[in-house]
């Protein structure tokens, strides 16, 4: 495969809705500083230039509430914008950026990307990235990446390998089954097979064969996607669905590739405020902790004291300020329908 024909397509019109009080409605968690000043999306670009080679592959897809809100820095980095008229989840947003690649280039072989993950391990996510780009071209299959999980993780999907032998990383499998979020008992289970990986939104196929598995296993999207191509109208109108969902689940047409690299999905405060720690070379929060243990904050430069209390995150952002235990966190985005109930809209 040609690298010209290749194309990359950053997914980044999500909401961030777990990382509420950082990420509002003007500032979605993809375009949060994370870092050295760089936010997740632009972490992303970054890390897949180097096979990219010409930023007039690399793509985003968003929407047009976040349309204006991309850096002028981020956009320098593209070569092309796609905008969906309203936020309608990966299954149609990948159906059309499929249409408007395949309309700029008939031949291409199109890579979608979560905009939110942290992979600080770029050579070897892009030696496997290339080879699910490799697969994807000298069959015609849609390749996955799945990532040999490293513990029982109840918070992520599990794709299963059609295979009775030990999987190799790096090594193509055909899918035998696609599976939610399990049980903590489910996931001890899985994680002892040895033919289940997470699920890592991370897809390469030929544009092509995209809209073939969409036209032979969602009528309804395909229709209503390719109708909106043709007359830029009745998006609205588009189910909001995951591509897993849509096309995934059903299709016989898909591999996947085990992966071992480190990564994150970045999908709450806790684990966006700990990477930070991990990996930040700033100056850290200022917290004590007197008889206390594993807690973790982010404030506006004050002084955080911890006093007889364990496990807690403390978060204070302008005019909120969040109090939960760590493992509840996620719970923040309970407090969105309460604030749009009571007409607090300038919080959101």
Same mark, same amino acid.
């Given at each position: ?70 850096? #002028?820095? +981020?956009?320098?980095? /593209? ?6 008229? *309203? =936020?309608?989840?990966?299954? @149609?947003? &990948? ?123 969602? #009528?309804? +999207?395909?229709?209503? /996607? ?6 830029? *109208? =009745?998006?609205?109108?588009? @189910?909001? &669905? ?7 689940e059903k299709s016989e047409n898909v591999s996947i590739i085990p992966c071992d690299f480190e ?86």
């Open positions: 495969m040609k690298a010209n024909n290749v194309y990359f397509v950053i997914l980044c019109g999500g909401s961030g809705t777990r990382l509420w009080p950082l990420s509002r409605k003007d500032r979605p968690k993809q375009l949060l500083p994370f870092l050295d000043n760089k936010s997740l999306l632009e972490q992303t670009i970054d890390r897949i230039t180097p096979i990219a080679r010409d930023k007039k592959n690399i793509g985003i897809i968003t929407t047009q509430e976040q349309h204006s809100l991309i850096p #002028q820095v +981020i956009r320098e980095k /593209v070569g092309i914008t796609l905008t969906e008229p *309203t =936020g309608r989840n990966t299954g @149609p947003a &990948i159906l059309y950026s499929c249409f408007e690649i395949k309309k700029m280039n008939p031949n291409s072989v199109v890579v979608f990307l979560p905009a939110d993950h942290f992979i600080p391990e770029t050579e070897k996510f892009c030696s496997y990235l290339e080879k699910a780009i490799n697969y994807a071209t000298i069959t015609n299959k849609i390749v996955t990446l799945g990532l040999m999980p490293t513990f029982p993780a109840i918070g992520y999907g599990y794709i299963q390998a059609a295979t009775s032998t030990q999987v190799k990383a790096g090594i193509p499998y055909k899918v035998a089954n696609f599976h939610e979020k399990p049980t903590r008992e489910k996931a001890l289970e899985y994680i002892r097979r040895g033919d289940m990986f997470w699920n890592l939104g991370m897809f390469a196929g030929k544009a092509k064969n995209f809209i073939e598995e969409y036209h032979k296993h969602d #009528q309804e +999207i395909f229709s209503r /996607v390719s109708n909106y191509v043709k007359t830029k *109208t =009745g998006y609205e109108h588009v @189910p909001s &669905i995951s591509i897993d969902f849509a096309i995934m990564w994150n999905d970045v999908g709450n405060l806790d684990l966006f405020l700990h990477i930070q720690q991990q990996h930040c070379c700033r100056k850290k929060e200022k917290i004590i902790n007197i008889d206390g243990k594993n807690n973790i904050a982010k404030t506006n430069k004050k002084l955080i004291s911890f006093i007889g209390v364990d496990n807690l995150c403390v978060i204070e952002d302008g005019d909120v300020i969040v109090v939960s235990k760590r493992s509840e966190i996620e719970r923040v985005k309970e407090i969105l329908p309460v604030l749009k109930a009571e007409k607090i809209d300038k919080l959101l």
